[in-house]
């Protein structure tokens, strides 16, 4: 979860918003800053004003402060009780005599959303004087605050909008590897997510078409295989009774059994059909094997433990025929040499060494050859790979005392069987 790239973007954009948050918080302290030192500033010019205008009478007084730009109205309570300080603190910068009225509180300087008030409450009669628009501040900032906090947003829901079809490509894939069926997106939209989307719909429409001939081929193969074996058995009980027509049964057995297994085991390295798990006896299957291969017990030294493996029997039955097949055909002495050790069974040929660039990997790669003019089609290993990693067993090569060894650990570790 913490590697989804949805969570990544989100974190992003509330880091982003956090970091906003703060700077738009130390932006409005100080513009509160600097209208608290504005309403100072005015509230000391017009202290001045009315000092000045000390000396005059009540009309005359009045005149003096409208031709200063002031307007004078009377103190009445309900329009008092709305206002505020206009200022949290008394300026040291006024005279000594403003300062104790203001600590008196026979002045005091009030304010609303838009203007600036001095209340003289000690005056005969008591006088409030306004300072028109001097304490309206700018709403820019917050406006400027709201729209940067919602385009973020629309920003934030846009992309992760944009991405949502990652999750269904993703649901359409695991749904794949599960169930074998792939589910077309059909995206219509043209950004990168869309074209990633139809490309592997086109792919995976190709891979479908690929797959559904293969079937084809091999179900038309199959039956050009088994035709000529059915009418071989047919005729069967015309010829008499004698050695060629037994090993004719049994080679049109052992034909059957070849086509058979072959279908299994494509279906298995194609992960058409999951193996089919149960208790198997290893000797049983290396007999099984040799009798596959028409072979004698004296190309063959066995030494076996007894212990039980699990695995689909018959289809582990070639893996054992073709190793034991390479090492008989690519031995230096036609032999080969087979070792249990619990559910590691191991097989080993005297040999000279691969060529160099040859490794397990590269051999076991379809239609590979290391010897020229071989008349295999370079199958072996990767059916044997194919298969053992259908199982999730484990396969391993070295080479020792002049030994090619093949290790085939048969222990499935994502099972636990008792």
């Known amino acids: 979860m913490r590697h989804s790239i949805f969570l990544r973007i989100t974190l992003f954009f509330l880091f982003t918003l956090s970091v906003m948050g703060f700077g738009f918080?130390?932006?409005?302290?100080?513009?509160?800053?600097?209208h608290t030192k504005q309403l100072e500033l005015e509230a000391g010019k017009l202290l001045l004003v009315l000092r000045k205008s000390i000396v005059l009478d009540q009309n005359e007084r009045r005149s003096f402060l409208q031709e200063q730009g002031y307007s004078v109205a009377e103190p009445h309570p309900d329009l008092i009780n709305t206002l505020s300080n206009g200022l949290p603190y008394i300026p040291e910068n006024y005279p000594e005599a403003i300062k104790d009225s203001l600590k008196e509180g026979r002045i005091q300087i009030l304010k609303d959303e838009n203007h600036l008030y001095i209340y003289l409450t000690k005056?005969?009669?008591p006088l409030l004087v306004i300072k028109t628009d001097a304490a309206k501040q700018s709403f820019w900032p917050a406006a400027v605050f709201v729209i940067l906090i919602?385009?973020?947003?629309?920003?934030?829901?846009?992309?992760?909008?944009?991405?949502?079809?990652?999750?269904t490509l993703i649901h359409s894939i695991n749904h794949y590897a599960n169930s074998g069926f792939y589910a077309p997106i059909k995206s219509g939209k043209k950004d990168e997510i869309s074209l990633v989307s139809r490309a592997l719909d086109s792919a995976m429409h190709k891979n479908q078409t690929l797959l559904e001939a293969r079937r084809l081929f091999l179900r038309n193969i199959m039956h050009e295989l088994k035709t000529p074996i059915t009418v071989g058995k047919l005729a069967l009980p015309f010829l008499k009774n004698g050695e060629e027509k037994s090993i004719l049964e049994r080679a049109f057995s052992r034909m059957e059994h070849l086509i058979a297994e072959l279908v299994k085991v494509e279906q298995i390295t194609s992960g058409a059909l999951s193996p089919h798990l149960q208790e198997c006896d290893p000797k049983h299957l290396i007999e099984k094997a040799k009798t596959l291969l028409f072979l004698n017990n004296e190309t063959i030294n066995l030494q076996l433990s007894g212990t039980s493996i699990y695995a689909d029997c018959e289809v582990l039955?070639?893996?054992f025929k073709n190793l034991i097949d390479n090492g008989i055909k690519y031995s230096s002495d036609g032999k080969v040499s087979i070792v249990q050790n619990g559910t590691t069974i191991l097989f080993s040929?005297?040999?000279e060494p691969w060529p160099s660039g040859c490794t397990l990997q590269t051999l076991s790669e379809p239609f590979f050859h290391h010897h020229e003019n071989s008349q295999s089609f370079g199958l072996g290993l990767y059916i044997i790979k194919s298969i053992l990693d259908a199982h999730n067993f484990t396969l391993n090569y070295r080479y020792s005392h002049g030994e090619h060894?093949?290790?085939?650990?048969?222990l499935n570790p994502l099972l636990s069987l008792d």
């Open 25 to 34: 918080y130390f932006l409005h302290q100080k513009l509160a800053q600097e």
């Open 123 to 125: 005056a005969t009669p």
């Open 405 to 410: 060894c093949f290790e085939v650990i048969c």
């Open 150 to 167: 919602l385009t973020l947003l629309l920003l934030y829901w846009l992309i992760i909008r944009t991405l949502f079809p990652l999750k």
């Open 317 to 319: 039955v070639t893996v």
């Open 349 to 351: 040929n005297k040999a």
